[in-house]
């Protein structure tokens, strides 16, 4: 499965996984919820509440009958069947059965007399059956002997009347409810699903950019390394951040760096160990026969008795000609062993500048330009190795410019990362475009009676250190010698290692 598809499931699984138990905890949260306000001792209690509520309006009717019933047979005592003598007792009466009632008189032809308006408010007595509110007032009546009748209206509490009507709405909420409750449940669902399926849309997207975000940088690795499986060392992968993935593409850039510079010195060892064998085998057999060859001219010499000037003259001749070329050929001999040894420098700090400016110095015949930097520092090599390398190059610039009217010379430095980029050129007629890959391979010599192997050994110094020398057109018109040197010394094949190669050349490749 890629990478990117189990990112994604993961994301998922992340945003999924919260939800069994934030289900379960919404759900035992809704129904509890429920149940506390749904509960059948609440609608109980309500319904005690509204039947309280009845019988204390029922109980002040009764009272207020009573009430009138009594205020009327007070009235009445005594009077018997005289009409007038009714009406002015009924009127001339200061007090109402109790504080606060409206008392009226209806006669028998309909008409109407208000005996006592009392505080009623203009809201009508509303029966058990309405819809509404309690009533704020409650009558009744009470027949006289004469066909009249009298009316009583009495108000009710406040208080009782917003309680019982409190008492009487929540009940039908509660009731409403209770018939409703699944789809209750339905509603507060809804918004958990809803933030969830959110959730879940919002861990997809992240997953799919976060997936690409690794898996792309992934990819490039992948496709990378399969390049550079093939041989392919001209590979780089983008570096898009600094973060993790970011410092590895910078780590993978820089190993492949590594890697190629290893590989390419690694080459270079190899045919500088080929050379190196070749050198060794051609001294020893060069100088096996050099001394046998100087002693038997030598003893011929001795032997010789005869007074013959002329041929005693030529014997000497031959004998000194014989003696100084097997010279010669010891010299020669010294520098192929010499070539033949591995380099093993020996590691110290050492200050780029200062070698420069001691070469520049001590080029005479040169006019020497120095352009160095001066943030270089100190650098990890073997000085006495680099300075040998400086004069061997410095010389060559010599011979080249031998011609020049004004031979010039031209010293830089500069720090790149970690390398440090050495720059010696001249105004010499410079080195032709397809000699360059081969100047510094042995016994290759653009000077008559050269040996070719200055340029080798420089080369031979170089690698030790794991640095690399090029060649390059000159700003000057001469040629350019490039040289660029770790700031740190990294380890490199050491003395034994090349010997071991040198004996047995197959080693490299094992």
Avoid at 252 to 276: C, D, I, P, Y
Wanted: aromatic share 4%; with cysteine.
């Amino acid at each position: 499965m890629r990478l990117s598809v189990r990112l994604s499931l993961l994301m998922v699984l992340l945003t999924l996984l919260p939800a069994l138990p934030a289900a379960w905890v919404t759900n035992q949260l809704i129904g509890q919820s429920l149940n506390q306000g749904l509960n059948p001792q609440v609608d109980g209690a309500l319904e005690a509440g509204v039947r309280r509520a009845r019988q204390h309006l029922m109980a002040q009717r009764t009272l207020l009958k009573q009430d009138l019933a009594d205020w009327t047979e007070e009235m009445c005592a005594g009077i018997g069947d005289s009409e007038d003598a009714l009406r002015d007792r009924l009127t001339a009466s200061s007090s109402p059965p109790a504080a606060g009632d409206r008392i009226t008189l209806f006669f028998a032809d309909g008409t109407t007399l208000l005996l006592h308006a009392g505080a009623i408010p203009d809201e009508p007595e509303q029966s058990d059956s309405s819809a509404g509110a309690p009533p704020a007032s409650i009558a009744t009546e009470c027949a006289l002997p004469n066909g009249w009748r009298l009316t009583a209206q009495r108000s009710l509490p406040v208080s009782w009347r917003e309680d019982a009507t409190l008492l009487a709405a929540t009940l039908q909420d509660i009731r409403g409810l209770l018939s409703v409750r699944p789809e209750l449940e339905s509603v507060f669902w809804l918004p958990f699903l809803t933030i969830y399926g959110f959730a879940l849309l919002v861990g997809l997207v992240l997953a799919t950019h976060l997936g690409q975000g690794i898996t792309g940088p992934v990819k490039r690795l992948v496709s990378a390394t399969e390049s550079i499986a093939t041989g392919n060392w001209d590979v780089e992968v983008p570096v898009t951040g600094r973060d993790e993935i970011g410092r590895l593409g910078e780590g993978f850039n820089k190993m492949v760096h590594t890697l190629e510079a290893q590989s390419r010195n690694l080459v270079e060892f190899e045919k500088m160990a080929g050379w190196r064998e070749m050198a060794r085998a051609l001294a020893h057999e060069v100088k096996n026969p050099l001394t046998p060859i100087q002693l038997t001219v030598e003893e011929i010499r001795a032997r010789y008795e005869g007074d013959d000037p002329e041929y005693t003259r030529l014997l000497d001749e031959c004998t000194r000609i014989i003696v100084e070329e097997v010279k010669s050929l010891r010299n020669i001999v010294t520098r192929f062993r010499e070539f033949s040894r591995p380099v093993d420098p020996t590691i110290g700090p050492v200050d780029i500048n200062d070698l420069l400016t001691d070469l520049a110095a001590l080029q005479k015949d040169l006019a020497v330009e120095l352009d160095l930097d001066g943030e270089i520092g100190i650098i990890e090599a073997d000085a006495d190795r680099l300075r040998q390398v400086l004069m061997n190059l410095a010389q060559n610039a010599r011979a080249a410019t031998a011609a020049c009217a004004t031979p010039s010379l031209r010293l830089v430095s500069r720090r790149a990362a970690e390398r440090v980029t050495l720059l010696i050129e001249d105004n010499g007629p410079g080195i032709p475009l397809a000699e360059r890959d081969h100047v510094f391979e042995p016994y290759r010599s653009g000077t008559a009676g050269g040996l070719g192997l200055g340029l080798a050994l420089v080369k031979g110094i170089i690698l030790a250190h794991q640095g690399v020398i090029t060649v390059e057109e000159g700003s000057l018109g001469g040629a350019r010698i490039r040289l660029d040197l770790p700031r740190k010394a990294h380890r490199s094949a050491s003395a034994s290692e090349l010997q071991d190669v040198n004996e047995r050349p197959e080693a490299i490749h094992e």
